[in-house]
């Protein structure tokens, strides 16, 4: 589903974020990114949305090399990529509702199916009871749930998140990992970044290890270990 | 689906509008300074066009003719003056009506009235030239002087020309400056006002610029991002067209009471209300330009994630 062909990112300064960067992640895996900060893994997200673009290699989604899209093309492939990061990055003038159904408009859905879909989504997450409120007015566990909701409304066929329990708790930490888990249950594929340790042991799924803007490791059924 | 998008654009940038007040607040303020600079201009205008009149129809050739000169032939003159171009009016002032004004102007002055009673009536007919424009009163004075007359026929009966040529000279080149500096004081007023607009626009937008990231990465295409703040701006356009609209009226009333004693000061509030119309269109025009404008060309740098 994902494929990274020999992908070089270095930045003015000759600062090197990746490195000759390989690997494929195949449709329905749950594939966590593991390394230091600096180590590139937020860098190897920002190719997938599109967000920067590789100097050297290739990145394809499907069949598709996403930095040969033209302009137009970039928010279609984003529709189809749900992304949760580490500061949430709602809209902070919007209410949980609206935060979730801005995404599904954009998306081009009806009133009708947005009707619909959001109270449900918002229940799947656990804060039906948080419709209206902003994000000012909720925890961090909340926050990060409801950018769960707006990634997986528009049922996506991959969902990536950089560093989505590093804000958190560790009650809320899990909880989002049982979020995510159910989530590839359901056929969706998966891509996590993170630093925690425990997030990586209770998984048990392929860890795939940075270092330098290098993959160093990469093991189907891993353990953190830097 | 196309109706969908707008109605949401729209909707989303009322909201907005509505929950970022203190952005809003600042938006309308300058777009409201802005236009009222438009809207003060447009009144000094007409203030400036209004009192050049003024000046310009106190200035007019002055036709003396020799006393001998039957009525018949300085209106044989005047009507020949009527037909040249650029004259506006020719007022005749008969020989008699001359006397009666001189006696009127020195009635306290005995010794000239006394002399005058011995003399009899000195005076010529007279006739007072005016022109659209100060410019033609050098063509009218040519013309009188016979010099645009092959016949000759017109010089004979006149005694005397009066035409202040340096006066006339120096008010056209006094209406001439003030319209252009008035013009360049306009264009660089107008432009500070439209730059500090844009700069504050520039700002309220940079302070949304991590929630355009966020619109772009969850996959809203360029115009779904963009609307809601041109919106945004198309509102606070409009909404500074009325608080200026409104601001002008007193503004002018302060002028009119402070130029009273000059002009008398009716002219500029009847230009006010009489263009009420006129001065809020242009007002709501440019406000809304701006407004959108603005957004759309702050918005650019941000959206190209």
């Avoid at chain 2, 009635?107 to 659209?132: H, M, T, W, Y």
């Amino acid at each position: 589903m994902i494929y990274f062909d020999k992908v070089s990112k270095i930045y003015p300064g000759d600062a090197v974020a990746l490195r000759d960067v390989s690997f494929a992640v195949e449709p329905g895996e749950f594939v966590s990114v593991v390394g230091h900060s600096g180590a590139g893994k937020s860098t190897l997200l920002k190719m997938i949305l599109a967000e920067d673009r590789p100097t050297a290699g290739s990145v394809f989604f499907e069949s598709t090399d996403i930095h040969n899209l033209d302009k137009k093309q970039i928010p279609q492939l984003r529709r189809r990529i749900g992304s949760v990061f580490q500061d949430f990055r709602l809209l902070p003038n919007k209410t949980a509702y609206e935060n979730i159904a801005f995404t599904m408009e954009a998306s081009g859905r009806t009133d009708e199916e947005i009707n619909s879909d959001v109270p449900h989504i918002l229940e799947l997450v656990g804060l039906e009871n948080k419709m209206w409120s902003f994000p000012r007015e909720m925890s961090g566990g909340e926050r990060q749930r409801i950018a769960i909701a707006r990634a997986i409304v528009n049922q996506p066929d991959l969902l990536i998140a950089d560093e989505p329990t590093g804000n958190l708790d560790p009650v809320n930490t899990h909880d989002i990992i049982q979020i995510f888990k159910k989530i590839n249950e359901i056929g969706t594929t998966v891509i996590l970044t993170t630093h925690n340790k425990s997030v990586i042991d209770s998984l048990g799924r392929r860890v795939i290890t940075m270092e330098e803007g290098q993959v160093v490791r990469d093991d189907k059924s891993g353990r953190y270990s830097i | 689906m196309l109706w969908t998008h707008v109605r949401r654009i729209v909707k989303s940038g009322l909201v907005n509008f509505w929950r970022n007040k203190v952005v809003a607040i600042a938006s309308v303020f300058v777009i409201t300074v802005t236009l009222f600079v438009i809207g003060g201009l447009i009144m000094a205008s007409a203030f400036l066009n209004a009192s050049l009149n003024e000046i310009q129809a106190k200035v007019d050739v002055s036709v003396t003719f020799n006393p001998d000169v039957a009525e018949a032939d300085v209106l044989a003159v005047k009507q020949s003056l009527e037909t040249q171009p650029g004259v506006t009016a020719v007022t005749y002032t008969s020989r008699e009506d001359e006397l009666k004004n001189f006696r009127e102007l020195h009635k306290d002055n005995s010794l000239l009235i006394q002399s005058l009673d011995e003399l009899g009536n000195p005076f010529g007919a007279r006739l007072s030239v005016r022109a659209a424009d100060p410019s033609h009163y050098e063509a009218i004075a040519t013309f009188l002087e016979g010099k645009n007359d092959e016949s000759g026929a017109l010089v004979a009966p006149i005694d005397k020309i009066t035409f202040k040529k340096d006066l006339v000279d120096r008010l056209i080149g006094l209406i001439d400056a003030t319209r252009k500096v008035g013009l360049a004081v306009s264009v660089v007023l107008i432009a500070m006002s439209v730059l500090v607009t844009f700069n504050t626009i520039s700002l309220a937008i940079y302070i949304s610029r991590e929630e355009i990231s966020v619109m772009r990465l969850v996959g809203a295409g360029d115009n779904y991002v963009r609307g809601p703040f041109m919106v945004e701006g198309l509102v606070a356009g409009i909404l500074s067209a009325f608080i200026a609209m409104i601001l002008l009226y007193p503004a002018v009333i302060w002028v009119k009471d402070a130029t009273a004693s000059v002009y008398g000061g009716v002219t500029l509030v009847s230009y006010y209300l009489s263009n009420f119309a006129q001065i809020f269109l242009i007002l709501l025009g440019s406000g809304m330009i701006l407004g959108t404008v603005s957004s759309y060309l702050a918005i650019r740098k941000y959206i190209k994630i």
